[in-house]
């Protein structure tokens, strides 16, 4: 009894032990997905299924809004320029602009609403409604069929994204300064292209890798972890995305200062 | 089982696109910052880099050539900066070229700039180290710069304080620009001026005329200019001339010896000029003859009326009378 009561004690307080026992429980559910990844049996079809999901079908909604940035950044950035006579510049701008950080970041934000969302309403009704534990009855690993082919999805799937993300954005760009600035396709390619390196690139993939795994790994452990109901299942779609979104903002700052760091090494 | 094999063709086609749409950024990439390209490897040292960063553009009669490749320390703080550059070029760039930094445009990125070189020397070669031109520091134009605006402010002073002067009337172009009298005068002088202009107008213009004239056939100056016969004869005039002007100085020279005699007394004019006593004896001698010459014309007549001398003087003094009466 006294050592049910010493259990029932928080170790710090009540609301920093929970913390520090979601980050655990975090920390154990990546764990588990780098141990579930590389063993057999491979969920291909699932896989291939959320990819289409998850890819596919985010693809109207990324490109527009990538076409819609590509032409709002250039409209917003070029009265700036103008003024100091460098409007000329403006591929270079949106160049470094979308590839460094507009593109993977907006096409991040676009698929941890849409995906995370989804990823956690899902699951998390699974969870709600037992269907993960009856898998498990049925010898079906859930981990496996559900959070490794999602996770992997996403985290494939976002790169792919952020390259027509970005592709569409400098088409969006390129009518727009082509509509004003009367600048050739072919100038405007030499320009973006001449404005970024390859590490800008190796970072925009690394960073796109980053975040969709970030956006499967929350969105199917806020679901998977997901409790009280469909109550339950709203909160851990919300979770799911107000996560996402936070740990990608996170993240972009850190491979930022990396991404300084080796390019000023 | 369809629509799963339509849904993977999908997600394949998908994948494809995504991946092609990185390859071939990455291509261009790589082919417009010549990565993919063979490259040699050339060196420059530098005092001050200004800034410039590995990855920056190398340009050559403003192409670009290559990129930074490494930054160094050299030597007594000076900076080494490898640059990669692309092997087909080469053969433009010769062992003399200079490297220098600039800018790509105004406030554009640092890029060394390789220029010059002569035909004469050699291609440079892998490794080899090119001669460093400092370029023009920024802070050194700011410092010309300064002592520009201190010009300026003393410059300024200076006029602030002569169209002071001017304005308040003193010195000579206050006093022109104050003075009635003085305007006045300047007007009469202008007025003269004008004056002086249009008489030296119509005498242009009457040179003009002379010279006109001068230059039609037919007169002395056309025909010296362009007649060649001319000189010849002139050329004949004046060795004419010449001998007369020997001979002329012979005569002098002649009448001089002359004249030097006549002034001596040992010659017979001379004597005559310049003696006295002999002009005394001469004079004597005929006042004499005068004398003697009375005496004889007093004889003379009267042998006249003496025989047998009158008969011929009658028949003379008859012959007379009849030769005046036959004319």
Redesign the interface.
């Given at each position: 009894m006294a050592e049910e009561s010493e259990d029932r004690k928080p170790l710090l307080s009540k609301k920093i032990d929970k913390f520090f026992t979601g980050l655990a429980d975090a920390w154990n559910f990546v764990r588990r997905f780098f141990q579930e990844v590389f063993m057999p049996p491979y969920e291909f079809?699932e896989i291939?299924?959320q990819?289409?999901r998850i890819?596919?079908e985010s693809?109207p909604l990324i490109s527009l809004t990538g076409f819609i940035v590509g032409i709002v950044f250039t409209n917003q950035s070029r009265p700036s320029l103008s003024e100091f006579g460098?409007a000329s510049w403006l591929p270079s701008l949106i160049s470094i602009a979308v590839v460094r950080a507009m593109g993977p970041l907006v096409t991040a934000l676009i698929a941890a609403g849409k995906v995370g969302s989804s990823i956690g309403a899902e699951i998390g009704s699974m969870k709600v409604t037992e269907q993960i534990d009856a898998m498990e009855v049925s010898a079906t690993n859930p981990f496996k069929f559900l959070v490794v082919s999602r996770v992997l999805a996403t985290t494939?799937m976002i790169?792919?994204?952020v390259?027509?993300t970005?592709?569409v954005a400098l088409m969006g760009s390129f009518l727009s300064v082509n509509a004003n600035e009367m600048v050739s396709m072919t100038t405007f390619?030499?320009q973006v292209?001449?404005a970024?390196?390859?590490l800008d690139?190796i970072s925009s993939?690394f960073k796109s890798v980053l975040f969709g795994f970030t956006i499967g790994i929350v969105g199917c452990y806020k679901g998977y972890n997901s409790s009280k109901g469909t109550e339950g299942v709203g909160r851990a779609a919300n979770a799911a995305v107000v996560m996402a979104m936070f740990l990608i903002f996170i993240e972009e700052l850190l491979v930022l200062q990396l991404v300084n760091a080796i390019r000023g090494m | 089982m369809r629509g799963e094999n339509r849904r993977s063709v999908i997600v394949g086609i998908f994948v494809f696109v995504g991946i092609a749409i990185l390859v071939v950024g990455v291509l261009t990439l790589g082919g417009q910052q010549k990565k993919f390209v063979k490259a040699i490897q050339l060196k420059t040292v530098f005092d001050d880099i200004g800034g410039l960063q590995t990855g920056n553009n190398i340009w050559f009669s403003g192409v670009k050539i290559g990129t930074v490749k490494k930054i160094n320390f050299y030597g007594d703080a000076q900076v080494e900066v490898e640059m990669n550059v692309e092997e087909a070029v080469v053969e433009f760039i010769r062992k003399d070229s200079k490297a220098t930094i600039s800018s790509d445009g105004l406030i554009g990125n640092k890029i060394i700039v390789i220029y010059g070189g002569s035909t004469e020397v050699a291609q440079v070669e892998d490794g080899d180290r090119l001669e460093s031109v400092m370029p023009l520091d920024t802070d050194q134009m700011m410092e010309t710069l300064q002592i520009n605006n201190e010009n300026l402010v003393e410059i300024t002073g200076n006029l602030k304080e002569l169209t002071g002067k001017i304005a308040a009337g003193k010195g000579m172009v206050g006093a022109a620009m104050t003075d009635s009298l003085l305007a006045d005068n300047f007007k009469a002088i202008m007025a003269n001026l004008d004056r002086a202009a249009a008489n030296s107008n119509r005498v242009v213009n009457d040179l003009n005329t002379f010279t006109a004239k001068l230059n039609q056939k037919g007169y002395l100056f056309n025909d010296l200019v362009t007649d060649t016969t001319i000189v010849k004869e002139l050329k004949a005039s004046m060795a004419s001339l010449n001998a007369t002007a020997a001979n002329a100085q012979q005569l002098t020279l002649e009448l001089q010896k002359v004249s030097e005699k006549l002034s001596s007394t040992d010659n017979s004019m001379g004597m005559l000029l310049n003696d006295a006593e002999f002009a005394e004896s001469l004079r004597s001698t005929l006042e004499n003859t005068d004398s003697a010459t009375y005496n004889l014309n007093k004889g003379m007549e009267a042998l006249e009326y003496t025989w047998p001398f009158n008969k011929g003087f009658k028949r003379k003094a008859k012959a007379e009378a009849k030769e005046a009466d036959g004319n």
């Amino acid at each position: 009894m006294a050592e049910e009561s010493e259990d029932r004690k928080p170790l710090l307080s009540k609301k920093i032990d929970k913390f520090f026992t979601g980050l655990a429980d975090a920390w154990n559910f990546v764990r588990r997905f780098f141990q579930e990844v590389f063993m057999p049996p491979y969920e291909f079809k699932e896989i291939i299924q959320q990819c289409y999901r998850i890819g596919v079908e985010s693809l109207p909604l990324i490109s527009l809004t990538g076409f819609i940035v590509g032409i709002v950044f250039t409209n917003q950035s070029r009265p700036s320029l103008s003024e100091f006579g460098a409007a000329s510049w403006l591929p270079s701008l949106i160049s470094i602009a979308v590839v460094r950080a507009m593109g993977p970041l907006v096409t991040a934000l676009i698929a941890a609403g849409k995906v995370g969302s989804s990823i956690g309403a899902e699951i998390g009704s699974m969870k709600v409604t037992e269907q993960i534990d009856a898998m498990e009855v049925s010898a079906t690993n859930p981990f496996k069929f559900l959070v490794v082919s999602r996770v992997l999805a996403t985290t494939l799937m976002i790169p792919l994204l952020v390259m027509y993300t970005d592709f569409v954005a400098l088409m969006g760009s390129f009518l727009s300064v082509n509509a004003n600035e009367m600048v050739s396709m072919t100038t405007f390619f030499v320009q973006v292209f001449e404005a970024i390196t390859f590490l800008d690139i190796i970072s925009s993939v690394f960073k796109s890798v980053l975040f969709g795994f970030t956006i499967g790994i929350v969105g199917c452990y806020k679901g998977y972890n997901s409790s009280k109901g469909t109550e339950g299942v709203g909160r851990a779609a919300n979770a799911a995305v107000v996560m996402a979104m936070f740990l990608i903002f996170i993240e972009e700052l850190l491979v930022l200062q990396l991404v300084n760091a080796i390019r000023g090494m | 089982m369809r629509g799963e094999n339509r849904r993977s063709v999908i997600v394949g086609i998908f994948v494809f696109v995504g991946i092609a749409i990185l390859v071939v950024g990455v291509l261009t990439l790589g082919g417009q910052q010549k990565k993919f390209v063979k490259a040699i490897q050339l060196k420059t040292v530098f005092d001050d880099i200004g800034g410039l960063q590995t990855g920056n553009n190398i340009w050559f009669s403003g192409v670009k050539i290559g990129t930074v490749k490494k930054i160094n320390f050299y030597g007594d703080a000076q900076v080494e900066v490898e640059m990669n550059v692309e092997e087909a070029v080469v053969e433009f760039i010769r062992k003399d070229s200079k490297a220098t930094i600039s800018s790509d445009g105004l406030i554009g990125n640092k890029i060394i700039v390789i220029y010059g070189g002569s035909t004469e020397v050699a291609q440079v070669e892998d490794g080899d180290r090119l001669e460093s031109v400092m370029p023009l520091d920024t802070d050194q134009m700011m410092e010309t710069l300064q002592i520009n605006n201190e010009n300026l402010v003393e410059i300024t002073g200076n006029l602030k304080e002569l169209t002071g002067k001017i304005a308040a009337g003193k010195g000579m172009v206050g006093a022109a620009m104050t003075d009635s009298l003085l305007a006045d005068n300047f007007k009469a002088i202008m007025a003269n001026l004008d004056r002086a202009a249009a008489n030296s107008n119509r005498v242009v213009n009457d040179l003009n005329t002379f010279t006109a004239k001068l230059n039609q056939k037919g007169y002395l100056f056309n025909d010296l200019v362009t007649d060649t016969t001319i000189v010849k004869e002139l050329k004949a005039s004046m060795a004419s001339l010449n001998a007369t002007a020997a001979n002329a100085q012979q005569l002098t020279l002649e009448l001089q010896k002359v004249s030097e005699k006549l002034s001596s007394t040992d010659n017979s004019m001379g004597m005559l000029l310049n003696d006295a006593e002999f002009a005394e004896s001469l004079r004597s001698t005929l006042e004499n003859t005068d004398s003697a010459t009375y005496n004889l014309n007093k004889g003379m007549e009267a042998l006249e009326y003496t025989w047998p001398f009158n008969k011929g003087f009658k028949r003379k003094a008859k012959a007379e009378a009849k030769e005046a009466d036959g004319n």
